[in-house]
């Protein structure tokens, strides 16, 4: 046995089963293709329609530095803890396991990503029928009817500008396409709409019926398409419209205004999974990736596309109004995203490059991001309920999806629904959020959550990840406070009683698995045990968990009877150690069988000289 693995054996920091796994991919901590994985995963859950424009200002975005500040202390904490359980247990029941409180948690994130789910539904519609619709010679939204006399199109609006004469966005093309093909009394559009709903969920079902693995590269070639697509465009932009392209940079950059924290969170629980149910790699990732490590480089990727993506929509909005006036400010990213921005690319050159990589990008982001979410839905309900085939529950969540997105996209088909009926989301997430934790880092503990790490991992939580888990609770139950406040001062009274009722149904679900809960125990005489984890919390393997429980830190440190002096990785020491290695031990007990047969052959050797001495010889 070799030097380093007598070593670990000695400490008792793991199991064979983690010894020769650690040991078969010494390096897979940092190795490339786990941490790729993790990225691929993440950005595809982190594609939800509401974070392609972050930073651009153009409507109501975040300031850059608001949002890095957020995701490092709230996104990034949030992530590491919530995936470093998935990798220790590897398995979606265990959040039971961890503490029986949190199967009510459970299913109200289970709820917040279904809603979270069939809002991003309608935006994949939309984006399919104006991708299909750009392949026209001359997209609908750029002509106008023979009927409509007071439209003017796309090239009438040019020939002003050539004059030096601006146009009012409401009589474009643009504006009356946008109003007919969203208003819910226009049957054609109506059916459109509903027959591509149909055609989504059947794509839906379609991927995420493939293998796991397959799952892995359907990912990747969404990541390398959206990531090349939206360098190339930069560069089109940087060479067509400098003015345009450095007035984007200096507007992003631009840390002035009001703080915009509360707005921040928002998008970074949409990327961080903070009260939904999370990424998750479905066991396809090393179990000893460095987790913090692999998120930290994932929050950097995520924020140079999206800060890319921002520059994008501000370069284009800013051509826009070289030649439109935009009545008001007061308008959605809906309105952004499908009337104005496509408007705006036919004054450019190479517009249907534009055209493509809005819409493919959203297309492409936005379908795979739905099909991730249905996917970790199904991982969710196959561990409730084992005896179903997870492809059979891949098909019900779609049939019911299709349900519900008929009349949901009914009430989305108003101009302004879209980003009305998030507010009740947004509070929830950062309320289930909270509690996740709470939980987690209060009453499992956070002594004990740094020795999983430790155990599993070989490295200890800096003190940065540390008091990071242990004021994240404080923090999320301040933003729902705040955001309560705020939703109950909404002059809306339609928006802010649907944000209520949504609120109340997420917490009567919550409180019914819970009281359920309580029940169990109660009956058991056992309410103690609430507050506890469960004896199958941990590794999947039996042996590891066994060691995790006898597992102490004091003990793996503690080698010789003298101070230390720490040489190596593995604090050898400079006295005897306690126990001794194999090779001394043989080498020691062969030396003294050695002298032994010296001794006995001394021995031998003169009673067999005074044996050979006749009885009546002389003494």
Known sequence: MSRTNTALLEMGSSSLSLISGKRESEDSHFRWQSIMKFIYFGFTYSASIYNFDIFSKVCHNV??????????TVGLSYMCMDSFIKQFTRRYDCYWFLNPLLRGISYGRFLQTIYFLLLNINYV?????????????????????????????????????HDNITTWFGTTSASYYYIEAFSVMDRNALTTRLFMTFVIWMLVFFIASVSEESIVKIFRLAFMFRALSTLITMGFLLLSVEAEAKKGFSVILDISGPN???????????????????????????????????AIIFSATFTFFAFIRSWIVNTLFSVLTRCIVVETKHYSTHALLFAMLPFGTEFL????????YLYGNLLIGTLFFVTNLVLVLSKFLSYEFRSVKQVYIVGLLCCGGLAFSIPLLILISQVHAANTLTHGIDIMMAYLGGFFVAIVMWLYGLEKFATDI???????????????????????????????????????????????????????????????????????????????????????????????????EFTRLRKCRHNCLVIDEWFDCNH???????????????????LLNIYDAKTSSRLRSIGTLSPHSPT
């Open 454 to 552: 430790q155990f599993w991992l070989a490295f200890r939580p800096t003190r940065f990840w540390t008091i990071s888990w242990a004021l994240l609770p404080v923090a999320l139950f301040a933003l729902t406070i705040a955001k309560l406040v705020e939703i109950l001062t909404l002059d809306n009274e339609i928006l802010k009683w649907t944000a209520v009722a949504w609120m109340v149904l997420t917490l009567v679900v919550v409180a019914i698995m819970n009281v359920r809960v309580m029940v169990g125990f109660l009956m058991n005489n056992n309410l103690t045990s609430l507050f506890k984890s469960n004896k199958h919390y941990g590794p999947p393997d039996t042996e590891d968990r066994k060691r995790r429980l006898y597992y102490s």
């Open 349 to 356: 050159h190479a517009h249907k490059l534009y055209i493509f």
């Open 260 to 294: 915009t924290f509360m707005l921040s969170l928002r998008y970074v629980a949409y990327a961080y999974g903070i009260g939904l149910m999370g990424p998750y790699d479905f066991g396809l990732m090393s179990p000893y990736t460095m987790i913090d490590t692999a």
């Open 576 to 594: 005897q150690s306690i126990s001794l290695s194999n090779k001394t031990s043989l080498s020691s007990s062969s030396s003294e069988a050695s």
């Open 63 to 72: 300031r850059l530095i608001d949002f890095i500040l957020m995701e490092a």
């Open 125 to 161: 519609v939309d984006c399919l029928r104006f991708f299909i619709g750009s392949f026209r010679e001359v997209p609908p939204w750029s002509m106008c009817e023979n009927s409509n006399s007071s439209c003017l199109s796309a090239q009438d609006v040019l020939y002003k500008c």
